[in-house]
């Protein structure tokens, strides 16, 4: 399915939208197309709120359930500090965890029970601002637990490498917070953005890495580069000079700048494939050359 | 200037890094963040203790990457892993004291060993919002040893952090222990200008190391508290000339090491990658890494 179709037909108002990429391999093809869909009022559930700030510059977001809200190695989260510092675009609400706590949730969400338990949390000041983290204690040892609520987005937005048209997912490498399994399996609608789409019989070949079964996905949309500037496993790495020079030259320099960097980059463009030949084709394929020369293809680590 | 490695005149960072390379021993697993703490830990594999296990959180056990890793789930990270998994395992195996050090850093750092990493003020009405944990509060709840690393400011050093994100010995002797934390708490604090342990009784930091150069009433001026010292007080030997080599050239524009990330062109990027990529697989060859 088309990714436009997709996000129009899943991802409506006031959803809550899960996501499993650290930021680093996160769909921006996808989070594009919503910001450019206008959808409003969403919540963004994930662990790393890095490339998804952009929707909140966006006016998209009303609410951050997370763990880490920066941009890693680039500075911080400007346009998400912007928002929650001085309400610009609009004030969103925070709602925050651990990384393994956040993590955790998405696995509860995806076993159906209602909480995890953590030794992790335990003597931090989360435990007086989230009212949402309880203590258990374990009557048997008298020792105490933090209990962590499952999460259940209303659309989890899987990025991943390869499937077939059923919507078998495939991923390999890293799972850099929850797996895409616990991620689909915790969602309401599920929507698959791959590099590439596959025969069953190529899926059947390397059963292990079918970390989403077939009935656990709405849609299946094949969108090649669709992490750019975020990287996707064997395929490109991270286009490291493109998202730096929208930190620093856009997204640090106050909201007016911001709306720049949206009217070139996601309004002034029609979709992900306009978007990637405004990138420049070569520039994608050398990502991919690179890719292959520090990390080999998905053939090179085929059974 | 890149080829000369002179003891003496190493950066401030460079001595952050050779003091926590110092703190990892052989055969040790370490759960490491991006820039300096992984730093130290290929430089540490590179030198004195080449068995070094080294765990990215993003679920990378065991790289052996050809060029410094730029975030937790970048593709670095999955470069010669002997496992692939996920962040939620590498957390849960320290949970299960599977992993023997941690590495985390901060805005603050108070006489506990508490940091904080997410919010200057009130944490409902803040003067700044930072990153937040991260997996920072997991590390120091659950790691068995705990290295704190952080740039030497009055303003980061104050008596108590205004919120715990990541807690150390908490409110003094016996608050872990009351939590059954999982993890021993902070084992050192390692600074552009000194090294601090913490006091058996008292859980109080006091500086235990001072760097070549530092002068006891420098680090006071730039402690919140009325800051102990070792009566045995040490001074940091300078980073050798091989770790300095190491270092330098596990960072060759300077990007953490000499804070010089910043706006770079595409072409200078993949010039850069190659360039790593030659000079990593001859380290590795070159130590045995690799073979």
Known sequence: MPLKEAISKFVNDEDMIGLHGQGYIDSCAALNEIGRQKKRNLTIAANVIAMAEALVGLGCVKKLV?????????????????????????????????????????????????????????????????????????????????????????????????????????????????????????????????????????????????????????????????????????????????????????WSKGHEAFLKWADEWVYGVEDHSEYCKKVGWDRLHKLTQLSRKFLGTIESVKI | MNNEYIPEKALPTELLVSATMRELKDKESIFAGIGIPLIAALAAKLTHAPRLTIIVEGGAIDPQPRRLMMGVADDSCLERVVSADSMIRVFSDQQKRLVDVGVLSGAQVDKYGNVNSTVIGDYDNPRVRLAGSGGACDIACSAQRLLIMMRQEKRRFPERVDYITSPGFIDGPGSREKLKLRGKGPSAVITTMGIYRFDEKTKEMYLDSIHPGVTVEMVKENVGWDLKIADDLKTTPFPTVDELRIMRALDPLGFFLQLKIGLLDFDTYVKYLDQCYETFNKLYFERGIIP
């Open chain 1, 66 to 250: 997370f763990s880490y809200v920066g941009e890693g190695i680039m500075g911080p989260a400007y346009v998400a500090r912007r928002a929650i510092e001085e309400g610009i675009p609009n004030p969103i609400e925070l709602e925050e965890y651990t990384h393994y706590s956040m993590a955790l949730r998405f696995m509860a969400g995806g076993m159906g029970v209602s909480h995890m338990l953590t030794k992790s949390v335990l003597g931090s000041d989360l435990l007086k601002v989230n009212k949402k983290l309880k203590l258990f204690t374990d009557e048997e040892t008298g020792e105490q637990y933090v209990m962590v609520p499952a999460i259940n987005p209303d659309v989890g937005i899987i990025s991943a490498q390869r499937a077939d048209t059923k919507g078998n997912v495939q991923f390999f490498g890293i799972s850099p917070t929850c797996t895409v399994g616990d991620l689909a399996r915790a969602s309401k609608r599920v929507i698959a953005v791959v590099e590439e789409i596959v025969s069953t019989e190529e899926i059947r070949r390397l059963p292990n890495s079918t970390m989403v079964p077939f009935y656990c996905v709405d849609a299946v949309c094949e969108v090649p580069y669709h992490a750019h500037p975020a990287v996707m496993y064997y395929y490109y790495i991270y286009d490291l000079p493109l998202h730096m020079s929208w930190v620093r030259d856009y």
